[in-house]
Each structure stands twice: as C-alpha cells, then as structure tokens.
C-alpha cells in the first residue's frame, strides 16, 4: 500500500530539546516536503527535496532543517523548539511533475512548551 | 511568487442543497495545476479533485466540479447534493510548473447542516 509514514504522531516536548519528525514513503518518489499547518494560515511549505542530497527552503524555514540522504527518508529536525513552533506538521511526497498525486503523511502534532 | 486566496473562511450549506467555494490564484506561469483538497476532523489531506491550466475541459469528480476561469485566475469547487460527510475543511493548492512546489490558500471550512 502507498503511504507516507510520519513518526511521532503526537509529541509534547519542553523549550529547546531537540526533535526530530521522521518520515519516510515507500514509492520511490523524488519530491518530498514538510508543511506546518496553522489556524487561518493554511499549510505553508517549510523545506522540500527533488531527490537525494538536494534541499531547499520553503516559505518558513527559520529553526528547521531538514536532511535527505535516503530517497525514501526526509527528516524533519528541531534543533531548539520554541513555542512557536507549535504546529501540526505534514510530510508530503510524489513523483515530480505538476500533476502528479501528492501523497500526504497522516501528520504530526507537536506542542511546545 | 505564486499565491492562493480563498476568501471564505466558512460556509454553509443545508444537506442535498448546492455549495461553492472560491478560491483565485496569482502567477505568471502558463501551465500548472491546481488542486482542492478536502480535511475532514480527522486532519488527513485528501484530494478532492484537479484541474491542469492548459484543459479548457472543467473537471469534475461526482458530485464535485470545478468552474476554472483561467483569465481570471480563479479556481471555485462546486459540491453538489451536499452530503453530511462533506463537511470539512477545503484547501485550494496551486503546484508550480517550475518548482513543483504546492502553495496553498487559508481554506474554507464547511459546515453541512441536515
């Protein structure tokens, strides 16, 4: 079955712990993305991969990175949380190409404290 | 930059009835695709229907259509004979042609009343 894996679920974690969110697909897809959803903003794209080893910023990088060293892998990384970063955070992937089906993880709710 | 506008944060409709949403999109690409994703309370991101610039041809999916007025950017999700498992929350996305990147609007949350 075609899925996409987000890993923790749910998570309540304290200022400045570091975290890590995994996830991983299993449809060999190149395009991979991490989206944080807030109330009245929608998802905004925080970091995606066209494949290996290539990474870029989305629109709100600022305290995340991110790593792709295995196609399948695209780990998101708190280095210090903050409050802010309180979110519900979405992983994505599909094969490039616009029209192709943008698979989403189940998501991730993380409450910073 | 690309952007997503969707400029009813609620809507209502009476089950059986008939609802659009409307969503308007800015850019200067000439070929993408746009997209409406539904998200139930359960929050998982389920896609509704897609609509790619170049086809003249409105999509539809059952009972959801799409009216796609390309001059005027503008991308509105028609959901006919409105079931109770409709309500939801809709987000309008906008994929880029060069970046692949999805961009999406603020949503719109509908409420289905019996």
């Known amino acids: 079955e075609a899925q996409v894996t987000q890993n923790p679920r749910y998570l309540i974690t304290v200022t400045g712990k570091k975290l890590t969110v995994t996830c991983s697909q299993n449809?060999?897809?190149?395009?991979m993305s991490w989206y944080r959803q807030d109330p009245g903003l929608g998802l905004r794209q925080i970091y995606y991969?066209?494949?290996?080893?290539?990474?870029d910023k989305g629109d709100v990088p600022e305290g995340y990175k991110v790593s792709r060293k295995e196609k399948r892998n695209f780990p998101l990384i708190l280095e210090s949380p903050s409050p802010n970063q309180t979110s519900l955070y979405f992983c994505?992937?599909?094969?490039?190409?616009?029209?192709?089906?943008?698979?989403f993880g189940e998501g991730s709710w993380l409450t910073v404290v | 930059a690309q952007t997503v506008t969707q400029s009813q944060p609620e809507m209502s409709v009476q089950e059986a009835e008939t609802v659009t949403l409307s969503c308007t999109y800015d850019?200067?690409?000439?070929?993408?695709?746009l997209f409406w994703y539904k998200q139930p309370p359960s929050r998982q991101m389920i896609l509704v229907i897609r609509?790619?610039?170049?086809?003249?041809q409105n999509a539809t999916e059952n009972r959801f259509s799409v009216n796609f007025q390309k001059a005027a950017k503008s991308f509105s999700l028609k959901i006919s004979d409105s079931q109770l498992g409709d309500a939801a929350m809709y987000f309008c996305?906008?994929?880029?042609?060069?970046?692949?990147?999805?961009?999406f609007g603020t949503g719109t949350r509908l409420q289905v009343f019996p």
């Open positions: 991969s066209m494949n290996v080893e290539v990474t």
């Open positions: 850019t200067s690409e000439s070929d993408y695709y």
């Open positions: 996305a906008y994929r880029s042609e060069i970046t692949d990147k999805l961009i």
């Open positions: 449809m060999n897809h190149e395009y």
């Open positions: 609509q790619e610039a170049y086809k003249q």
């Open positions: 994505a992937s599909s094969q490039r190409g616009r029209g192709n089906t943008i698979y």
